[in-house]
Structure formats: C-alpha cells, structure tokens
C-alpha cells in the first residue's frame, strides 16, 4: 500500500520540524518535501507533485491563498489542506474559494491533523469544527430569506451529485454508491456547476443550502 505524500509549506521552520516529526512518524503517511514561502511552495509542488500540501496561510512573499490558487492550476490533482492559526470566516472563505479541500487550526489536536490529512488525501472535504460553523453561518446570512434557487434545470442526478458533494462527500465515493464512472459523476459535477454559475465548492454549498438540502444548527 503506498504512502500518502504530503509537503509542508510553513515559514517557521521548528514548526516544520514538528509537522514533519509527526507525518512521518504514521506508518502510512510520509514527507516528501518543505518549503518557507508560498513561491517556493509553489514550485516545490509542481516538482513533487505530493498528494497533499499542508498550506499556512501566511507566508512571505506568496500567501497560501494566492500559492493554493497556483498550485490547483497546475496541480489540480493535488489536494491541499490549510494549516492556521487564523479562526475569521474571511481567512476559511478565501482559502476554499482558491480551492483548498481542507482547513485546521494549529491549536488544533495532533490526531485531528493526521484525521485531516487522511480525510483530504481520500478525496474529502475537512473543515476544522471550531471554523466550520462559522462558515455555515455565514452562508445562511448571505442567502436571501425564503428565496428558492434556480433547480429546475438540473437533471436528478446532477441536482443528486451537487447535494452530495456539499453534504463532503468524495468524489470517489459518490461514484462508488451510485454504481458509476468516477469520470461520470466529474461530468454531472461540471454539467451541473455551470448551469448553475457555481464555480467553487464554497458555492456549491451555499447553493445546497438555498436548495435546502443543507441543515444548519
């Protein structure tokens, strides 16, 4: 069973250090590459092509927002996951919208970062519980009351794959329950996105939640 590649991209290097330490002490995880700024990051990636770049957020010269923009470009296989102290919805919504699959605190519990890693590199959504209300929230107040989105263009399928998606399921997963083509749901996913104008998974969930196939608590 091969490992998950992960590269570390953090200005401090003894918290590099310690997220090396850590990744390469799971026996199916390992590091395979670091950088202290977001160009550095960026060209690192496109060289190692990792399964998952664990991004901080401020970084000199290149912030993590503009290098995951950049490296889902050109990487677009490979998943990134913020790392940051920053708890503001702002930070969540910027680094989603770049295309960022997973965002945790660095307060956060050293298990959780391994349960978040291995949950991005399936192909998951994880977004930190402590933010993750936050943006919940946030997309509530920004659609407007009793309004209901324009479905009746979707097919079933499509408005199904949408649904799942913003509900964090992975891609390969959903294809797996609907006995299809990881190729097919890609399709509906797209189809779907742009008969819709959705063009970030940020939009796909505050589409959901117009949609109401969302609950929030």
């Known amino acids: 069973m091969s490992k998950v590649r992960v590269f570390l991209a953090d200005d401090h290097p003894v918290v590099r250090g310690g997220l090396r330490a850590l990744v390469d002490a799971q026996s199916d995880m390992e590091v395979v590459g670091e950088a202290g700024d977001g160009l550095a990051t960026v060209q690192g990636v496109q060289e190692l092509r990792p399964d998952v770049a664990l991004m901080d957020l401020s970084m000199p010269g290149l912030g993590g927002g503009e290098a995951t923009e950049r490296i889902r470009q050109t990487c677009p296989e490979v998943r990134i996951l913020a790392l940051t102290a920053h708890e ?109 104008g959705l063009r970030s998974r940020a939009d796909i969930v505050r589409y959901a939640l117009r949609r109401g196939w969302l609950k929030s608590e």
């Open 88 to 196: 503001d919805r702002g930070y969540l919504q910027l680094l989603l919208k770049a295309g960022a699959s997973g965002y945790i605190l660095k307060r956060a519990a050293a298990e959780d970062l391994v349960r978040a890693i291995r949950s991005v590199a399936a192909g998951d959504v994880y977004l930190d519980p402590a933010v993750a209300g936050q943006l919940i929230s946030g997309l509530v107040r920004r659609a407007p009351a009793g309004t209901q989105a324009p479905g009746a263009d979707l097919s079933d399928r499509e408005a199904e794959v949408l649904r799942l998606i913003a509900q964090g399921h992975a891609i390969k997963q959903i294809a797996a329950d609907l006995e299809v083509s990881v190729k097919t749901i890609e399709t509906y996913k797209a189809r779907a996105s742009e008969k819709m």
